[in-house]
């Protein structure tokens, strides 16, 4: 944690370096959403390593929960009692407002958000309901995001069975390898022209309707705000908000990472069908 003033530090996590090593900066969108709410509040934030390179976030689509992975924030000169209150609104208001989107389930906050704070010099760790949490919890947090992490490299170093289907399809954004498939762009979208499914998990979950559709992982360089016109990660808006009776629409510039099957598609043609069983 960099000494100083009062200030909050968001460290960079990148679950597809293995593709883009580039992307040295990157947060989960969700987190991006929190530092927006946070700086609206006054407080100070930073996406670290602070090497001058922009910030990328990760675009997940068709996820129940906020996080998908592990966060971390790291505080310093923030008494405790008021930062652990004010992230658990955030938390609290962005779950009410994603269980609003009609026809989905009710979103849970998903993994942990960890909150280190330097007060005085105490060391507090807390989640995000403000309880604490030990150093043993959080290792093997670290050790579970960096085994996923490698587990999606060699997922895909994988070569397809199916020369024809190259593409692989995972299993809600997870490591494990539901299908094969081939993928091509048709009217700026993408589209899973043909697969066949590998996993008896996924073939089971897709017999029994669990799994309707298709959802894209990646990495967003670069989004633009419709209500200001400014670089979304700069800009005080989220996504989906009316802002004096305009929604903000994020455009943004995906660089793609994964195609998954899904149990909730966000968009609604992106769903599965089964034209014949093995």
């Known amino acids: 944690m960099t000494t100083g003033g009062p200030r909050i530090e968001i460290p960079s996590f990148n679950p597809y370096r293995f593709a883009f090593p580039d992307a040295t900066r990157v947060v989960q969108r969700e987190i991006?959403?929190?530092?927006?709410?946070?700086?609206?509040q006054g407080f100070t934030v930073v996406v670290t390593p602070e090497d001058g390179s922009p910030l990328h976030f990760i675009a997940e689509k068709g996820l129940r929960d906020l996080l998908s992975h592990p966060a971390f924030v790291l505080v310093a000169g923030i008494p405790a009692s008021i930062i652990a209150g004010v992230i658990a609104n955030v938390i609290s208001a962005r779950l009410e407002s994603a269980a609003?989107?009609?026809?989905?389930?009710?979103?849970?906050?998903?993994?942990?958000?960890f909150i280190d704070i330097d007060e005085d010099g105490r060391h507090l760790r807390?989640?995000?309901?403000?309880?604490?949490?030990?150093?043993?919890v959080v290792s093997r947090l670290?050790?579970?995001m960096d085994s996923r992490a490698e587990a999606m490299r060699r997922a895909h170093a994988t070569r397809s069975p199916y020369p024809e289907?190259?593409?692989p399809i995972f299993l809600e954004?997870?490591?494990?390898?539901?299908?094969?498939?081939?993928v091509a762009v048709r009217d700026g979208a993408f589209r899973v022209e043909r697969a066949v499914v590998v996993s008896p998990t996924a073939s089971a979950m897709i017999e029994s309707g669990?799994?309707?559709g298709f959802s894209i992982a990646g990495i967003v360089p670069s989004a633009g705000c419709s209500i200001c016109g400014g670089t979304y990660v700069d800009c005080e808006h989220i996504g989906g908000q009316t802002y004096q009776g305009a929604t903000c629409v994020v455009?943004?510039?995906?660089?793609?990472c994964e195609i998954s099957l899904v149990r909730q598609p966000v968009q609604p043609l992106a769903t599965v069908e089964v034209i014949s069983e093995p």
């Not at 455009?251 to 793609?256: G, K």
Request: positive net charge; contains cysteine.
């Open 165 to 167: 289907m190259p593409c």
């Open 142 to 144: 670290i050790a579970s």
């Open 32 to 40: 991006l959403h929190l530092m927006k709410a946070l700086r609206s």
């Open 210 to 212: 669990d799994l309707k």
């Open 251 to 256: 455009t943004p510039q995906i660089r793609l």
């Open 100 to 113: 609003q989107v009609p026809g989905r389930a009710a979103p849970s906050i998903g993994s942990e958000l």
């Open 173 to 182: 954004h997870g490591p494990e390898i539901a299908a094969w498939g081939s």
């Open 126 to 136: 807390l989640d995000a309901r403000g309880n604490p949490v030990s150093d043993a």
